[in-house]
């Protein structure tokens, strides 16, 4: 099919076919061709397309009104959804601050906790502690605590430098994720990283409870987390949790630290929060460092559609959805079935190294060889075409590269909340013709390299 020229540009020069209109799991382009949204678009879409009831709330919203810019109105919408949000956090979290999307979340966290240091008579402490590889937004904010080669290299100039630890990629480095022994390895790395950078300097250590673009469901080794969340406290260090990916349910509750029973003092929000139906997201905060920071004058950051009364309504009709249709759970019970049969395809097909995640936010990982863990050749550029192959076939997937951004290739799996055991179905039929299509593509290319 011909398509008329665009105005637009995002990526590069890919053409995708127009979208019609999308209900439940599906979607569909204008020639009638049905899509199985198997990533639920880019981790977002949690409750599914076009739900009714979602819609209604909407509606109801742009009949009283669509803005109301936050210093001129309070408006009832933002303050429900404000009083929803923190009931739904850790004790003490119960100040929040709305945005537009992750990257704004967690550029706001890291504005907060500078604030907060100044406020408190640390002004000393400034650097944010992440992890390589990682993604935490495309700001330049952002990305100076994000590592992953392709976005943050051509900005490098332009940021400041961000001290980093590994992640936590036991099957990588062949140690055993069910050993605590294993879990402190890695967050010992955090207190050896603070004690070189000088505990005095250090602001804060944000993560993913989970991975995700840039580890592909990385689920951290036993006892990770509980020591990171430890060794902060130690150092007076912040302690930001990013669940733009894994919160409102995704992962089978509704904040990945409830696996954990963590208690953090920042949590950015974004994505399946309002399930892909408007642009919101939320930095969580605990009230001991708001207050602070609004005593010395106020926090001196914001975005014009900071509690747009829309969006909030549309964030309270969806966590309404999450809660009516018991999705939370529903997402623990279809990621292990999810799970299942994506370790069965790993057995048919030994490209597949690795399969991993946590409820709905599942990845397997392509490899050359499981053994020694060699990732596949790098100008097959595996990531990008299995998941052209998939779409071709009526499955949407996501994709990224494993190492850095440089070489390995995962596939992330992660359906609306609301799948069945009869969508699993029709994934994993469209994951194994994927897989075989593209084993067979790959075959010479692989017999070259041996």
């Known amino acids: 099919m011909t398509q008329t020229p665009s105005n637009l540009f995002y990526h590069g020069r890919d053409r995708k076919p127009v979208l019609d209109h999308a209900r439940g799991v599906y979607m569909w382009d204008k020639s009638g061709k049905r899509y199985l949204d198997g990533s639920s678009g880019a981790m977002v879409c949690n409750i ?5 009831n979602v819609l209604d709330a909407m509606r109801r919203q742009m009949e009283r009104s669509t803005f109301g810019y936050r210093l001129h109105f309070e408006t009832e919408a933002s303050e429900k959804l404000a009083a929803r949000t ?3 956090c850790p004790k003490g979290l119960n100040r929040v601050f709305f945005v537009s999307g992750g990257s704004e979340a967690v550029e706001s966290a890291l504005k907060l906790a500078r604030q907060y240091a100044l406020a408190v008579g640390e002004g000393a402490r400034w650097k944010v502690i992440s992890r390589s590889p990682s993604y935490h937004g495309c700001t330049l904010g952002a990305l100076a605590i994000t590592s992953y080669a392709p976005l943050t290299e051509p900005f490098a100039p332009m940021m400041q430098a961000m001290p980093k630890i590994p992640s936590p990629r036991a099957y990588l480095d062949g140690l055993d994720p069910e050993d605590e022994a294993t879990g402190h390895h890695y967050a010992d790395m955090l207190e050896a990283k603070i004690l070189d950078e000088g505990p005095e300097s250090v602001l ?3 993560v993913e409870p989970i991975g995700g673009a840039s580890t592909g469901a990385l689920v951290p080794p036993k006892g990770y987390m509980e020591r990171v969340q430890e060794i902060c406290r130690r150092y007076g260090v912040l302690f930001i949790l ?21 208690a953090p003092d920042i949590i950015a ?3 399946g929060f309002a399930a892909g139906y408007m642009p919101l997201g939320a930095m969580v905060a605990h009230e001991r460092l708001v207050e602070p920071v609004l005593d010395a004058g106020g926090f001196q950051h914001g975005f014009t ?3 747009n009364p829309l969006a909030c309504a549309t964030g309270c009709a969806v966590l309404d959805e999450i809660e009516r249709l018991g999705l939370v759970d529903n997402a623990a019970r279809m990621g292990e079935r999810l799970q299942e049969r994506l370790r069965g395809l790993m057995q048919g097909y030994a490209i597949i190294g690795d399969v991993r995640g946590k409820g709905l936010l599942t990845a397997f990982e392509f490899m050359a060889d499981r053994g020694t863990k060699a990732p596949l050749p790098k100008g097959l550029r595996a990531f990008d075409r299995f998941v052209q192959i998939a779409y071709a076939k009526g499955l949407i997937v996501y994709a990224r590269r494993t190492r850095d951004g440089v070489e390995g290739d995962h596939i992330i799996v992660a359906p609306p909340m609301i799948v069945t055991e009869a969508h699993l179905d029709e994934i994993t039929e469209m994951l194994d013709a994927s897989l075989e299509e593209f084993t067979a593509e790959i075959r010479p290319a692989l017999d070259r390299a041996v």
């Open 48 to 52: 599914g397309h076009s739900n009714e």
């Open 86 to 88: 923190a009931a739904l």
């Open 204 to 206: 804060a250590f944000i």
């Open 242 to 262: 990013d669940e733009v990916m894994t919160g409102a349910g995704r992962t089978g509750a509704f904040l990945a630290a409830e696996h954990w029973n963590l």
């Open 269 to 271: 929000l974004s994505k």
């Open 305 to 307: 559609y900071a509690g």
